[in-house]
């Protein structure tokens, strides 16, 4: 039997299906090749915009019209989120939510066996419930290593349906988490992403902190001389003792993702944001002094065109991303999401004043970008060498995660090396590899 996944989304979404490809392939289940047919077509979808719903009903009608015998499957955040909608979604075979993963195996099975002509099987989120432990031992390539160590929100903003999705805080148990990790280091993998819904939620559930796990992991044997890496962080859920144990342990990478939407107060209050302008760039500043203003660097998320932002709200927010000097931005025009409490908000803006105003914040902030990488032009970085372009040639990423480009004869991905940091071309700096000091 042959099966195909199709995932859409987080960086949470690509670390389940690893764990349920891994549970396919442990059941006698093969990836089917690119242009292969399969006898299962698994879509994880995202239900964060529209736009990925589309997605995951594009994908499962083509593969259900060129291979009608074969056995089509929908789970992930959208059936979670809206249980009927996607149960009505004719062309799925098999309906499940982000509850219960290990049982997608066993309705697949039903299906394929003729026990049953169709399966919906999406349960609900409830308060107590447990961290769903889904293994990830499928292990592909050397380099990152993306570890989920949460799930669920317990948030309400304005615009976001995730919550939904994925219901309440859940912490997944430390010692598990060590285990893969050292299962992971183990088998070559140097730098270890530590992944969540709500990453600095870790452990409120339980009594312990993300400080806590970060420290514990960084004792792993094998990871002595790797990396560690956290996803996105909450600015406000960062305390001063949290920033100050961070800072202490080495192999943290001085990178960190702190979400801000805007910074503008106002479309803050109102997409229910719990803190201010000004938290956040107190947060912004710790962490800048405790792991040195020319070593840290920050990245960011920004909404623009909020329903009622008005153009001195955009201004304000413009003015404050562009002085925060982020190393990167992800800008996103406010999507229309039903279910969620922005939908139904006045003052909705014009799609075409949505897209200006992100094509002007985008293009502030990748200025400071090249401002950014022109100012590190002749120092010296740590680089972990990724995706190979040819027999020497690799791309990578410095601690502070500013992409390289760089030729590195007698090497291969998964290998850390310390290289010259050169011109930026628009999309990565371009690198030289120092000589090995023990050689």
């Known amino acids: 039997m042959r099966v195909r996944f199709y995932t ?10 690893g764990a349920l490809a891994g549970l396919f392939a442990r059941n006698g289940y093969t990836l ?4 292969e047919a399969a006898d299962v077509y698994i879509v994880n979808s995202c239900t964060v915009t529209n736009l990925g719903d589309q997605k995951s009903r594009r994908w499962l009608r083509r593969a259900k019209r060129e291979n009608p015998s074969a ?21 799925a075979d098999v309906v499940t939510g982000n509850t219960d993963r290990l049982a997608l195996l066993q309705n697949v099975q039903k299906v394929l066996d003729g026990c049953e002509t169709r399966v919906v099987d999406i349960r609900p989120h409830a308060r107590g419930e447990r961290f769903e432990e889904l293994p990830l031992d499928r292990l592909a390539g050397h380099t990152r290593a993306f570890v989920k160590v949460e799930d669920g929100c317990d948030r309400r903003c304005a615009y976001c349906v995730i919550p939904r999705a994925r219901g309440p805080v859940r912490s997944r148990a430390e010692a598990d988490i060590l285990d893969e990790i050292r299962h992971l280091a183990a088998a070559g993998y140097r730098e270890v992403v530590l992944t969540a819904i ?7 559930d339980t009594g312990t902190g993300l400080a806590d796990l970060v420290e514990a992991v960084a004792a792993v044997p094998g990871l002595e001389r790797g990396r560690i890496r956290l996803g996105s962080l909450d600015p ?10 961070l800072a202490a342990v080495p192999q943290l990478c001085p990178q960190f993702h702190l979400s801000l939407q805007s910074g503008c107060d106002r479309t803050l209050r109102a997409m229910r944001r719990p803190y201010t302008a000004a938290l956040f760039a107190d947060k912004a500043a710790a962490l800048r002094a405790a ?4 070593n840290v660097s920050l990245t960011t998320d920004v909404i623009v065109g909020f329903p009622g932002e008005g ?24 999507s229309r999401r039903a279910g969620t409490a922005a939908y139904d908000m006045p003052n909705q803006l014009p799609e075409t004043e949505k897209l200006a105003r992100a094509r002007t914040m985008g293009d502030a902030c990748e200025a400071v970008r090249a401002e950014l990488a022109a100012a590190v032009i002749g120092r010296t970085a740590e680089v972990l060498l990724e995706n190979r372009l040819s027999g020497t040639l690799f791309t990578g990423y410095t601690r502070q995660y500013l992409p390289v480009l760089v030729t590195a004869p007698g090497h291969g991905s998964g290998d850390i090396l310390d290289v010259t940091l050169g ?8 690198a030289a590899v120092l000589p090995d000091k023990n050689g």
């Open 8 to 17: 859409l989304g987080c960086k949470v979404n690509q670390n389940e299906t």
């Open 32 to 35: 089917a090749a690119p242009g």
């Open 71 to 91: 056995v089509t499957v929908l789970t992930g955040c959208w059936p979670q989120a809206f249980p009927d909608e996607a149960a009505a979604f004719a062309e």
């Open 198 to 204: 709500s990453l600095p939620s870790y452990g409120r």
């Open 236 to 245: 406000d859920l960062l305390t001063g003792a949290d920033i100050a144990r």
């Open 291 to 294: 792991f040195g203003p020319d």
């Open 311 to 334: 153009e001195a709200d955009f201004a304000e927010s413009l003015d404050f991303v562009t002085a925060q000097r982020f190393l990167k931005v992800h800008v996103f025009p406010y």
């Open 423 to 430: 011109a930026w071309d628009g999309e990565r700096c371009r």
